[in-house]
């Protein structure tokens, strides 16, 4: 069974820096997409950037950015230019792409991430 | 485009009463998920339709649960009778085949 580990319970970041999350995970499968999702305080669950696996180019979204190992299993978030807007849960999922899977999201933890001002 | 739209937003009642919450799933998509989020579970999968069909109900909780899907643009969430330990926010999220799942803003209720 799939499963996804965010070791960062928590991590602060000084308005206009740059902050890495950190993300693993562990499958047997070759084929399948990794997601970063951001959940603000109005509990909303928005999309950050997607990473498909058979992509050896990290994705890139704006301000946000992946560096996916495919081989390590990693696949963490980086935000540069860290905004107060910023401020959020994020969660690391992972979701198999195999023709027979149920598709179901396998998520982390979570990482709150604090912006100071 | 419009997203996937759940209602109500927001809903507060009393214990044994009957919740229903809605999900307009985004147009084109064939996969509809409903997740319960709380702070001690965190985000748990309740149960998902494919092409209007109940694939997996494994999560849904109790009989209480119930959820139905009669076309392709409307699916339900209804419990009854609702207990206190009910009370989280519920999402609808909505995908086409095994892409990007995309979610609704969430149903919070609070049953007292």
């Known amino acids: 069974a799939q499963t996804v580990t965010q070791s960062q319970p928590e991590m602060s970041v000084q308005e206009a820096e740059t902050v890495t999350l950190s993300c693993t995970y562990d499958?047997?499968?070759?084929?399948?997409?990794l997601f970063w999702y951001k959940q603000p305080p109005s509990r909303q669950m928005i999309l950050v950037i997607r990473?498909?696996?058979?992509k050896q180019q990290n994705a890139t979204e704006n301000r946000f950015s992946v560096n996916f190992q495919k081989a390590a299993k990693s696949f963490s978030l980086k935000i540069s230019d860290s905004q107060l807007g910023d401020a959020a849960m994020y969660f690391c999922a992972y979701r198999s792409r195999l023709g027979d899977s149920n598709y179901q999201l396998i998520w982390g933890a979570g990482t709150k991430l604090i912006i100071k001002p | 485009d419009a997203g996937v739209i759940q209602s109500p937003r927001h809903e507060v009642t009393e214990m044994g009463q009957e919740v229903t919450l809605r999900c307009k799933p985004i147009?084109?998509?064939?996969?509809l998920f409903w997740y319960r989020q709380t702070m001690m579970r965190g985000l748990e999968l309740l149960i998902y339709f494919n092409n209007n069909v109940p694939i997996d109900d494994s999560g849904m909780p109790e009989d209480r649960f119930s959820a139905k899907m009669p076309n392709a643009s409307f699916s339900t969430l209804k419990i009854q009778p609702s207990e206190p330990r009910d009370s989280a926010v519920y999402f609808c999220?909505?995908?086409?085949?095994?892409?990007?799942?995309?979610f609704g803003e969430g149903s919070w209720l609070t049953v007292v």
């Open positions: 999220a909505s995908s086409f085949l095994g892409n990007t799942i995309y």
């Open positions: 990473q498909e696996a058979y």
């Open positions: 499958t047997s499968e070759s084929d399948y997409y």
């Open positions: 147009s084109g998509h064939d996969y």
